[in-house]
Antibody
Framework: QVQLMESGGGVVQPGGSLRLSCAASGFTFSDYAIHWVRQAPGKGPEWVAVIHSDGNTKYYSDSVKGRFTISRDNSKNTLYLQMNSLRAEDTAVYYC????????????WGQGTLVTVSS | QSALTQPRSVSGSPGQSVTISCTGT?????????VSWYQQHPGKAPKLMIYDVSKWPSGVPDRFSGSKSGKTASLTISGLQAEDEADYYCCSYGGSHIWLFGGGTKLTVL
């Protein structure tokens, strides 16, 4: 079955950096676009970024553009999110989510990793 | 683009039906038939319940149904069960590789 497992979250000071990982299994990772979606405490989800299957096409939300970088290693079935210049408003649970082919949506989500930006 | 608008809470008794609305704009919900709905229990990851406005992923009971009229999409849950109590979020493709989510609706089964 599809499994996505995020890691790398933690507490970081404003202005700091963090790198999240998402290990995928149960499907052919290299065939699918993968998204990062975050959810601040008590709030609805917010789409962050998407990377296409070949790793060359990437899109970002305006709120993270220029600060976050999405990447993937298809040989390791792993997705990454490099987060720089972190702000308090980046505090959230970060999920990776698999794209549903043929539709503009995501179907499977990981369990998430918590990122807290605080001094 | 702004987040989609959902009621903060809805409630219903077991066996009844409830409907959750999701209002967007003519650039997202009103333009694309790419509205999806997610169920989220506390501390858990969201689960896809409806996609492309009214399609069911494998394993989702047909008690859950979706529809859309203009800029408003709706999720209807019929034959309410205790395990349906959760938060529900809508999501719409907004064009230009942007996805928008609603703020969430808490469903209480009385």
């Amino acid at each position: 079955q599809v499994q996505l497992m995020e890691s790398g979250g933690g507490v970081v000071q404003p202005g700091g950096s963090l790198r999240l990982s998402c290990a995928a299994s149960g499907f052919t990772f290299s065939d699918y676009a993968i998204h990062w979606v975050r959810q601040a405490p008590g709030k609805g989800p917010e789409w962050v970024a998407v990377i296409h299957s070949d790793g060359n096409t990437k899109y970002y939300s305006d709120s993270v553009k220029g600060r976050f970088t999405i990447s993937r290693d298809n040989s390791k079935n792993t997705l990454y999110l490099q987060m720089n210049s972190l702000r308090a408003e980046d505090t959230a649970v970060y999920y990776c989510a698999k794209d549903l082919t043929g539709s503009y949506t995501v179907d499977y989500w990981g369990q998430g990793t918590l990122v807290t930006v605080s001094s | 683009q702004s987040a989609l608008t959902q009621p903060r809470s809805v409630s219903g008794s077991p066996g009844q039906s409830v409907t959750i609305s999701c209002t967007g704009t003519s650039s997202d919900v009103g333009y694309y038939n790419y509205v999806s709905w997610y169920q989220q229990h506390p501390g858990k990851a969201p689960k896809l319940m409806i996609y492309d406005v009214s399609k069911w992923p494998s394993g989702v009971p047909d008690r859950f149904s979706g529809s859309k009229s203009g800029k408003t999409a709706s999720l209807t849950i019929s034959g309410l069960q205790a395990e349906d109590e959760a938060d529900y979020y809508c999501c719409s493709y907004g064009g230009s590789h942007i996805w928008l989510f609603g703020g969430g609706t808490k469903l209480t089964v009385l």
